[in-house]
């Protein structure tokens, strides 16, 4: 695994641990970028 890639996934186990989902998507020159998504529920 590459440096980056372990970057990545540390990123995501440190979101997902306090509970909160990440995103994971590709930009225009390869690489990847992880974000934090806070969903909130509007009507149920």
């Known amino acids: 695994m590459e440096t980056a890639d372990k970057k990545v996934m540390e990123a995501i186990w440190k979101i ?4 909160g989902n990440a995103e994971v998507k590709r930009k225009k020159d390869g690489t990847l970028v992880v974000y934090e998504v806070k969903k909130n529920i509007v009507a149920s």
Not at 16 to 19: E, K
Request: glycine share 24%; charged share 25%.
């Open 16 to 19: 997902v641990n306090r509970g």
